[in-house]
């Protein structure tokens, strides 16, 4: 086999580099972000480096005696798992993946039969609820797009339903953040409070009349206003707790945020800016590890149309959104 690494900014130019150079038959071996080369990699700036090879003939492939599918991991082809690596996704899924792909389909695998597969794999991972709690709060890190998760919500369920969702904005720190909120509620058309303080939380949560989504300050998980939120949160039912992370979010980040977060005790997580994302996968991966659901994803700044209730379709969707090029 001839083996040769390509490193580019991005996976997709990797790629592309690939397909130009090996042709449209390449295996790709492995996928990772390496330092840039030069002074770029000096200041610290990244590339992606794909390690591809061009094998004479694909190993055989053995079948199941029924049902048309393989019957272990070492069935499923090479360029099928190179596509799913190629994608983002960690090697055990891959292979899972590839496996459950029904033999008639493992020469010309499409993009919609691959999003099929995958979706059958994340059914544990997508939670898009039907109902709303008393109260829907939202935490996490400073900049990963609460706000607008919010509004989206609360205008998608006016402009489907005609319910009204309360507004609450309970982010103190960020007077912008808060008129922020207002602007929106008063363009849907929803109820809209401030809690700057957790008794005004509290109180509106007792008062009331409609579900609420609550927006929180994007604080450090250590801040004393924040473990008395945790308090008022772990003290009350009919309350669940989005953690709101961006979908670039590493795997190491993942870890830290949710390890950092664990007193909140998030019930759901929305991943939000997937259209800034190279690939969603390691950050799937991660929830995957900890067995921590996704409610929503957001793909983009307009209001309300990029949310997405995170079924598992749409979730493979935007995981293999590149494998379409590959």
Request: glycine share 8%; no cysteine.
């Amino acid at each position: 086999m001839k083996v040769k690494k390509f490193r580019q900014p991005t996976v997709k130019q990797a790629l592309r580099a690939v397909r130009e150079e090996l042709g449209p038959q390449a295996l790709v071996l492995s996928t990772e972000t390496v330092p840039a080369g030069g002074w770029r990699g000096w200041v610290g700036m990244r590339e992606v480096q794909v390690t591809a090879g061009m094998a004479a003939t694909l190993p055989p492939v053995r079948t199941a005696a029924y049902q048309g599918r393989q019957t272990d991991t070492s069935a499923a082809p090479d360029h099928l798992i190179a596509r799913l690596l190629a994608s983002g996704l960690d090697r055990t899924l891959a292979e899972a993946v590839a496996k459950s792909v029904p033999f008639s389909s493992l020469r010309g695998t499409s993009l919609k039969e691959l999003q099929t597969v995958l979706a059958s794999q994340l059914e544990d991972l997508a939670r898009p609820d039907s109902l709303y709690s008393r109260a829907e709060v939202f935490i996490g890190p400073p900049g990963v797009g609460k706000t607008t998760t919010i509004a989206k919500i609360a205008a998608q369920e006016r402009a489907r339903k005609g319910r009204p969702l309360g507004l609450v904005g309970a982010d103190g720190f960020r007077a912008g953040a808060v008129e922020q909120l207002r602007t929106y509620a008063s363009i849907i058309g929803a109820p809209f409070r401030i809690a700057r303080t957790i008794e005004e939380l509290e109180q509106a949560m007792t008062t009331s009349r409609h579900s609420l989504l609550v927006d929180t300050a994007g604080r450090s998980p250590h801040d004393g206003g924040l473990r008395e939120l945790r308090r008022l949160l772990g003290n009350r039912r009919g309350i669940r707790t989005h953690l709101v992370m961006a979908g670039d979010t590493s795997a190491t980040s993942a870890r830290r945020i949710l390890d950092a977060y664990y007193d909140a005790r998030p019930d759901r997580v929305v991943i939000s800016k997937v259209d800034e994302a190279e690939s969603l996968a390691p950050l799937l991966s991660v929830l995957r590890e900890r067995q921590l659901p996704v409610s929503y994803v957001t793909t983009g700044q307009r209001v309300p149309e990029d949310l997405q209730p995170a079924t598992p379709l749409a979730l493979a969707s935007v995981v293999l959104r590149d494998a379409a090029a590959y």
